[in-house]
């Protein structure tokens, strides 16, 4: 049995992910409250651990970047799941019973319109399948929770109304990190590095890749705290750490970097935004 | 006088960076709640608005950069605020006493440390003042807020700790926003562009600004919403927008990319990181 962390409650979207990600096959999951405890739990005890890294509207799930640099795991896969959130609330409540709505930020800010219209009062949650269980325990009855419909079923809470997020097209990507990077024909990689400070570093280090011919996906640059406006930054590139143009772009940049950190290579997930 | 919107109550940091930015002169300030609010008032009737743009140890402040991709503004000035966070009670309130913390998201993620280990539950506020005025106006004695020394003279709590952040070089950059863009002798431009969706174009894009010359000191993808995995790219440069490299750079990547806007182009921030 594979011994998998997610980060969130029964009905989180990173279980959801987990789900999609293994399959069939016979899974024990264990729920973390925080990223930091998924991280800790693959260290010691998991197999494998799944944690959000990116949402198509609001962009990159920072701490995870964060906790990728410190952590010695590596990513071996990903995995995409459409979000639908849905407004859920104890039984026999109204919409026009409704002042606060409880949610994780980043499902709060997605459904900014929606919540703004309706005049309800956000308020934070750890998790979003964690407010529809903290509603479902309690006797709240002028508050709602934003979740998946999975999670209103699994708590018995009513759906009061669905895919209420402002842009359809909304998807997370996750990672799936575990303690050995070993991946079978990788045609993706994640790496962080950080330029040396001086000008034009952050071009000479970028220039290591499209020399080689190595297209990036993607980039973002996260402070290096105690060193104001100094920055790591991370790519993903279209290439698995195996293939000769990616070995010579990484030497390559590590001849012009303080340091370079490959955080793994795997299989990029397949996308089909009509799913 | 000079109308000047700002993100955060009376003792907020940002309404710091106003004072600390337009010095001696004669201000009215104009305190909102939301960032969203802080745009629509300069679009409406403030001379200028003051946001935060990005903290050193917790990066971006995402949604400024989104605002200034749909807005017309433009930005005309940065300025740099030491952040020194304290915790803070009602008179007679000791550290044993609380449970709870009360701040904005990003603060309680800088002391998360502290947080941590005096067993105490985070709860997310709009705002490190606005978690101060709430907490003097309260009858609240198990809990405490997270804002600025000035904020707690000014709603007359008492300070249980100074300086709680985990790192002690915590500062954050704030951008000074108006509905016209000219500066004298501008040596910093901000540029949002989205690159063409094929291989190697963000490259391309980039290559725009090395080939003539002009130093990037910062990069960061924010998602384009209803277009998953494709990015809008925001960069910092070390050049005046009137400087040739510089327009030349930018005709450059007019070619390359689908589109270019130029934010602001200022006059940088002086930083003593031991100031």
Redesign the interface.
């Given at each position: 049995m594979k011994r998998i962390s997610i980060y969130g409650e029964t009905g989180s979207y990173s279980e959801q992910a987990a789900l999609q990600y293994f399959g069939g096959g016979k899974i024990g999951l264990r729920y973390c409250k925080f990223l930091p405890e998924v991280f800790e739990s693959v260290e010691s005890e998991s197999d494998f651990g799944v944690v959000p890294i990116?949402?198509?509207?609001?962009?990159?799930v920072?701490q995870t970047y964060d906790l990728l640099l410190q952590s010695d795991l590596s990513i071996i896969g990903e995995d995409i799941v459409r979000i639908s959130h849905c407004l859920m609330a104890q039984r026999g409540v109204k919409l026009a019973n409704l002042k606060f709505v409880y949610s994780h930020?980043q499902a709060l800010a997605q459904c900014r319109d929606y919540i703004e219209r309706h005049r309800l009062e956000s308020v934070?949650f750890y998790d979003t399948a964690g407010s529809a269980k903290m509603l479902a325990g309690s006797r709240i009855r002028d508050a709602a929770a934003i979740a998946s419909a999975r999670a209103a079923k699994i708590y018995g809470l009513n759906v009061l109304a669905r895919d209420i997020q402002?842009?359809r097209?909304n998807?997370t990507r996750f990672l799936i990190i575990s303690k050995s990077g070993d991946v079978d024909n990788p045609d993706k990689t994640a790496i962080t590095f950080s330029a040396k400070n001086k000008?034009?570093s952050?071009?000479t280090a970028?220039?290591a890749?499209?020399h080689n011919?190595v297209?990036?996906?993607?980039?973002?640059?996260?402070?290096i705290?105690?060193?104001?406006?100094e920055?790591n930054?991370y790519i993903d590139c279209?290439s698995g750490i195996w293939e000769k143009k990616m070995r010579d772009a990484v030497k390559e940049l590590c001849e012009s970097s303080d340091f370079v950190k490959v955080l793994g290579s795997y299989k990029r997930a397949r996308?089909d935004?009509h799913a």
């Open positions: 990116e949402n198509s509207i609001e962009g990159a920072t930020q934070p402002s842009n097209h998807y000008s034009g952050l071009f970028l220039n890749f499209a011919k297209n990036l996906l993607y980039i973002q640059s996260r402070p705290p105690g060193t104001p406006w920055y930054f279209d996308f935004r």
